[in-house]
Nanobody
Framework: QVMLVESGGTVVQAGGSLRLACAAS????????MGWFRQASGKERKFVAA???????YYADSMEGRFTISRDNAKNTVYLSMNSLKPEDTAVYYC???????????????????WGKGTLVTVSS
């Protein structure tokens, strides 16, 4: 069993930067692929970024270049650094874990083993 707790969500001005963190409890953090997803109000939850067991990173096409995912296995934490934020980045950001390691199919569908409760990011114009 893995529990995920996101933090770092806040109100930020357009063009600003923010770093989200997701702390995992439970054993075996390094054995999981980790991902970030987001859900804007009234819309479906969508894949943002992932990092596999080996530290390789994957991004949704629209996120690459502005967002950076990273993991610190010693701290059982995964991060999402976001730059050049836009109002359309406003959403609840969720952290998730997959014991099967990264799969573009699983992550695209949000087929994950564990989810956090999310943290709200609001980008003001």
């Amino acid at each position: 069993q893995v529990m995920l707790v996101e933090s770092g969500g806040t109100v930020v001005q357009a063009g600003g930067s923010l770093r989200l963190a997701c702390a995992a409890s439970g054993r075996g953090f390094s054995d999981y692929a980790m991902g970030w997803f987001r859900q804007a109000s009234g819309k479906e939850r969508k894949f943002v970024a992932a990092v596999d067991r080996g530290g390789n990173t994957y991004y949704a096409d629209s996120m690459e270049g502005r967002f950076t995912i990273s993991r610190d296995n010693a701290k059982n934490t995964v991060y999402l650094s976001m730059n050049s934020l836009k109002p359309e980045d406003t959403a609840v950001y969720y952290c998730a874990a997959d014991a099967r390691d990264y799969s573009p199919v699983h992550f695209a569908k949000g087929d994950m083993d564990y989810w956090g409760k999310g943290t709200l990011v609001t980008v003001s114009s």
